[in-house]
Nanobody, 129 residues
């Protein structure tokens, strides 16, 4: 059974850091691109970062402009986990963060949500003093 389970969310002060984890099971992680998305109340879902599948020579890593230089996506295929390290957090980063998998490679503009299947349930990140 394919599962993606996010963890690591919580309440943090502005300027603080969190590391989110996306634990994958039921499939071979290196054959899939993993994307992180977030959705704040009343706003559309936003693609935050994308880590391309590592079983071939194509693909790249993508970051939304809003998080570039502050967030880092990484994967540990041996532990079937993809991470999102979030530094210098701002109140506008408050949202539910979810991960999802795709067979497509990331592009310079990321991947649209429609290209992803098997979403996780999400983890809440709240940035507030």
């Amino acid at each position: 059974q394919v599962q993606l389970v996010e963890s690591g969310g919580g309440l943090v002060q502005p300027g603080g850091s969190l590391r989110l984890s996306c634990a994958a099971s039921g499939f071979t992680l290196d054959r899939y691109t993993i994307g992180w998305f977030r959705q704040a109340p009343g706003k559309e879902r936003e693609g935050v970062a994308c880590s391309s599948r590592t079983d071939g020579s194509g693909g790249s890593i993508y970051y939304a402009d809003s998080v570039k230089g502050r967030f880092t996506i990484s994967r540990d295929n041996a532990y079937d986990t993809v991470y999102l390290q979030m530094n210098s957090l701002k109140p506008e980063d408050t949202a539910v963060y979810s991960c999802a998998r795709s067979l497509y490679y990331c592009s310079n503009s990321g991947l649209p949500p429609a290209d992803y299947t098997s979403w996780g349930q999400g983890t809440q990140v709240t940035v507030s003093s």
